[in-house]
């Protein structure tokens, strides 16, 4: 069940961050289109890091950290 709600705070970050993209473009602004992309891959990155670690847990393998 957390991995689920993980997963979908995750994609609506990368969503919010995708339209931060877009809006910064129209507005010509560098910098909400910067934050727009390191938005989208950290969201990216905690969404990957925690399947793999949900997965982990239903396999029974111990955790790295």
Do not use: F, H, N, Y
């Amino acid at each position: 069940m957390r991995a689920a709600a993980v997963a979908v705070v995750a994609l609506l970050a990368v969503a919010v961050g995708i339209a931060a993209v877009v809006l910064g473009e129209a507005d010509d602004s560098p910098g909400l289109q910067g934050l727009g992309v390191l938005l989208a891959l950290g969201a990216v990155v905690l969404g990957v890091r925690s399947g793999r670690r949900a997965r982990s847990r239903a396999e029974g393998r111990p955790v790295r950290r």
